[in-house]
């Protein structure tokens, strides 16, 4: 056994040396190195432009096709501007180097001598005298740092901007200083509800609000609210316009585009960017006027970084099989990366944390004034990664062609995503999905406000993960959601393990809002799934088959909305939004009516009523409700669902492994397979995030 231990580790230097003499293909980078060096380990490069020059050379000046590899060695390397990557660039690894740690950041980290205390100068008086012993400072001019981004409207229906300047202490981002500190106030009585969405005179709100605490801020023009100003599933913030002390009420610089409202659990607000309110651990604000930076003492401060960098950290454009691995990425006001048609793609191992949007996207290369040779992404992946701390959501998934069904076959494995809402609270999902056949397997998504699975397109697959702590705040959410666009169908859902979600509101594991339809719901498990773990809103074609509902107040919601509510009536009218999304891909028309036949005949078959919802071979253990049916009044002496005789409820425990410790896998002997003909063991021990080697 000895023997053959040293022969393959004599293999492996062999293959190592040799690989070596045969050429430089392994590239190296180091923080302390020169961009005039030749790149070898001895002489590395300073920067990952100047290996990426490297390789370009060398396959343009030899016809060199090797496998390049680009190690960098550990270190902090600070990216002033985006590292670019175009399809001149191919068969690239990029790595950090054995057991060394290697971070790409967009920050700059603030020298201790930098920080200065408030207390004993002349900008103390802005505090309140029992907090100015804990207030420091940093004079961002004098770095000199005078880019500090701009405060604008985030949340539902808002563009997707940059974040501006973030402060990270000891590695964690803090937030701009704010009232209440942990909690969030009542909207009061609303005296002027504000401009809508579709008017012109863009007007401010006016409501009240209680206690005293407002009349404190000396600059009211520089404050902003952020909350759930009418609808629990539209977040807005705002920038406010004055405070009337006298009438204790509020008016608000910029429009909510439903107005605001009050009078709903979720109608509330929290003020910030309010320097007198520096007064807990991890607030900080920005006098953007003087360059100054104030923060509170965290207790220890051992790191203090402002973020700088508004574009991606990396981007590529229709570059192909370049795998980055084991690689941090954070502190950038924008994404980590940006992919757009490009083909076997894979990050691996990387780390995104404290970004100002979200983490990493793949998209199609539409819009381009430069087209690459491959305008659709393909084949793409994002393996074995973690992603945490982010302002927008967590990934974005896409590719594929929905004019003729051509999948992308991007993916997502085996990531852990959780904490990906610090700035957008709704609609900034841990993973958004769209184009076609694109794919989410195996990972674990946590710690969120709104919805984990944001989801269009068709074909796609969404396998084995675990989904739990989502839509922790907002009303009327799901932590898979999708909707209002019958066309966008195909999906199949099957052996995810989603629970823990709240019920105070009307949150749901799988929503299908809006009419929509065609996805196959199939061997999940649901525990303590929402107030109901299924929702269908008015859609047809959603089979649910061989899935296990545990202790939750309803089993499954289904209405007929289309037809029996007055704001849902006008999507299928003539013109309105599901006429105009079906006429989009020719539904009617191949391969759109070959592939999904029911869609050929979507306005034939009266598609106010839902129907071919089947219910078959499901367990529900312990729960309230197993169907609630919502009509109106309308056709409430028909089903919505195909309910059959084939499905199990139980108060019992059917014989799960362990229910106590969550391990709800059926034990051989379960009379589950008895009473439901057909039932297939479901495999719960493959669901969510597995340890890399032992898929």
């Known amino acids: 056994m000895r023997n053959l231990s040293r022969r393959y580790y004599l293999f492996l230097f062999l293959l ?10 392994r590239v190296y980078v180091s923080v302390d190195g020169n961009d005039k060096g030749t790149g070898k380990r001895n002489d590395p490069f300073m920067t990952l432009e100047r290996a990426r020059d490297y390789i370009r050379e ?33 068969n690239i690894t990029i ?6 740690k290697v971070t790409l950041t967009g920050s700059i980290l603030i020298a201790p001598e930098q920080i200065l205390p408030v207390a004993g100068t002349d900008k103390e008086e802005i505090f309140p005298e029992a907090n100015r012993n804990k207030v420091f400072m940093v004079r961002l001019k004098d770095l000199p740092i005078e880019d500090y981004g701009q405060l604008e409207p985030v949340g539902f229906g808002r563009p997707v901007t940059p974040a501006p300047m973030e402060l990270f202490i000891n590695g964690k981002p803090g937030h701009l200083s704010r009232w209440p500190n942990d909690s969030s106030v009542n909207i009061g009585k609303v005296i002027y509800s504000g401009s809508l969405a579709d008017d012109k005179r863009q007007e401010g709100a006016t409501f009240t609000y209680p206690g005293d605490r407002p009349y404190g801020w000396k600059h009211p023009e520089k404050v902003w609210i952020a909350g759930y100003f009418n609808h629990g599933w539209a977040d807005d913030a705002v920038r406010l316009a004055s405070i009337d002390s006298s009438k204790k009420a509020i008016t608000t610089f910029h429009p909510h585009r439903y107005g605001f409202g009050s009078g709903k659990p979720w109608n509330q607000w929290y003020a910030y960017n309010i ?15 003087e360059g100054i930076l104030y923060f509170f003492d965290p207790g220890t401060l051992s790191t203090l970084e402002v973020s700088l960098l508004e574009e991606p950290i990396m981007e590529m454009l229709g570059a192909s099989d370049i795998t980055v691995k084991g690689i941090v990425f954070e502190n950038a006001r924008g994404s980590a990366a940006a992919l757009y048609g490009t083909g076997n793609c894979i990050f691996s191992g990387c780390i995104f944390r404290n970004l100002g949007s979200f983490a990493i996207s793949i998209e199609d290369a539409t819009g381009f004034s430069q087209q690459p040779q491959q305008a659709f992404s393909s084949n793409n992946g994002i393996v074995d990664c973690m992603i945490y701390e982010t302002g927008r959501g967590g990934i974005v998934l896409s590719g594929g062609d929905r004019n ?27 993973i958004k999905i769209s184009g076609v056949g694109n794919q989410i397997l195996h990972n674990e998504i946590f710690n969120a406000p709104h919805v984990a699975i944001l989801l ?5 697959l969404i396998e084995y993960n675990e989904i739990h702590h989502v839509c922790m705040e907002t009303d009327d959410a799901g932590a898979i959601y999708y909707g209002r666009n019958p066309s966008e169908r195909g999906h199949l859902v099957q052996y995810n393990f989603i629970h823990h979600l709240p019920e105070r509101y009307r949150t749901t594991a799988i929503y299908h809002d809006d009419a929509a339809c065609g996805m196959k719901v199939h061997g999940n498990v649901f525990y303590k799934a929402g107030a109901f773990p299924v929702l269908i809103g008015g859609g047809s074609d959603n089979p649910y088959t061989n ?35 079906l006429n989009e891909i020719k539904f009617d028309r191949p391969p759109y009516c070959t592939n999904y036949p029911e869609l050929a005949k979507y306005w034939e078959e009266d598609p106010s009523f839902p129907k071919r919802n089947r219910v078959d071979r499901n367990l529900f253990v312990n729960v309230g409700q197993t169907v609630l049916k919502v009509d109106d009044g ?44 057909g039932f297939e063991a479901v495999p719960f021990e493959k669901m969510g995030t597995y340890a890399i080697g032992n898929k």
């Open 404 to 430: 003729t069904l051509t999948p992308a076959r991007n993916y997502v494995h085996n990531c852990t995503i959780h904490d990906f809402n610090r700035i957008a609270k709704t609609y900034s999902a841990g």
């Open 58 to 90: 060398k396959r343009m000046g030899e016809a060199d096709n090797r496998p390049f590899t680009i190690l960098l060695r550990g270190g902090n390397y600070r990216i002033e501007r985006t590292i670019h990557f175009t399809d001149k660039d191919y």
């Open 95 to 100: 790595q950090s180097f054995p057991d060394e």
């Open 275 to 289: 320097v007198e309110e520096t007064d807990a651990p991890g607030e900080y604000c920005i006098d953007r006027e």
């Open 16 to 25: 190592y040396f040799l690989g070596s003499c045969a050429g430089n293909s």
């Open 547 to 581: 899935n296990i509902f545990i202790d939750c107040p309803v089993g499954i919601k289904v209405d007929n909305r289309l037809q029996a509510f007055d704001w849902a009536k006008p999507m299928i009218a003539p013109g309105g939004i599901i006429e105009q999304r």
């Open 456 to 460: 269009s397109g068709n074909d796609h």
């Open 634 to 677: 309308v056709n409430a002496d028909k089903q919505f669902l195909d309910f059959t005789t084939n499905n199990l409820i139980t108060r019992e425990d059917p014989g799960f492994i362990d229910k106590n410790r969550m391990n709800f896998k059926l034990t051989e002997t379960s009379a589950v397979f008895e009473k439901i003909r």
